[in-house]
């Protein structure tokens, strides 16, 4: 018994395969979305995981500043401690100040000079005396600049020849001269003393 196939067959194995292409493309449509899908969830993941992570670390961030903040305050703190600590040892070392000045002064003095006026302004000194000729105030300087530590920066501000009457009969040709020096505190006088032996020896005749 022969059988034939009376059905356009052509046109079945083209919807055939326009149904196989169909669900073909739908797979992958799906298979697609599903990937598209489970990237999406990783890279969420991965946001929010690395979000967190980034909270931590503000937090962090946070402390770590306002520790930062106390720190610098309580340095702060430290250096206000410092400067009073250093400022009470200072009064304390300066006490003494007077007695170095009056003692220096009468070593480092060469015959021939008498001060007549002594007048001290914070650490600055004006002093205002005579000596017999110019040769002993240029030697008083000279003493006053390398032989103690306890002065710097002496500066001759006036120097005048005048007349000094001992008595009626006795008159004298002298050299009045004004002078100016900074009296150095003890903490500076004890460096100066280190760094130079020599003014060291000569500051503790």
Do not use: C
Request: glycine share 4%; proline share 3%; aromatic share 4%.
């Amino acid at each position: 018994m022969i059988l034939i196939n009376l059905l356009p067959h052509r046109e079945a194995a083209r919807k055939r395969r326009k149904q196989a292409f169909q669900i073909t493309m739908l797979v992958a449509f799906l298979a697609g979305l599903l990937i598209a899908g489970l990237i999406y969830w990783l890279l969420q993941s991965r946001i929010t995981a690395q979000q967190e992570i980034n909270g931590i670390l503000q937090s962090e961030i946070q402390v770590l500043e306002k520790q930062i903040k106390e720190i610098a305050g309580l340095e702060g703190e430290i250096a206000a401690l410092r400067a009073r600590q250093k400022a009470v040892e200072d009064l304390q070392s300066d006490r003494n100040l007077p007695v170095h000045l009056l003692h220096e002064l009468a070593a480092q003095l060469p015959e021939g000079v008498f001060i007549t006026s002594l007048k001290q302004d914070g650490q600055v000194i004006s002093m205002q005396g005579m000596a017999q000729s110019n040769e002993r105030v240029s030697e008083m300087l000279r003493n006053l600049t390398d032989n103690t530590p306890w002065f710097s920066k002496p500066e001759l501000t006036e120097i005048v020849a005048t007349t000094l009457s001992l008595t009626p009969k006795d008159q004298r040709r002298v050299a009045s001269f004004n002078l100016r020096f900074r009296l150095m505190r003890t903490s500076e006088a004890q460096k100066a003393m280190e760094a130079s032996p020599a003014a060291a020896t000569a500051g503790g005749r």
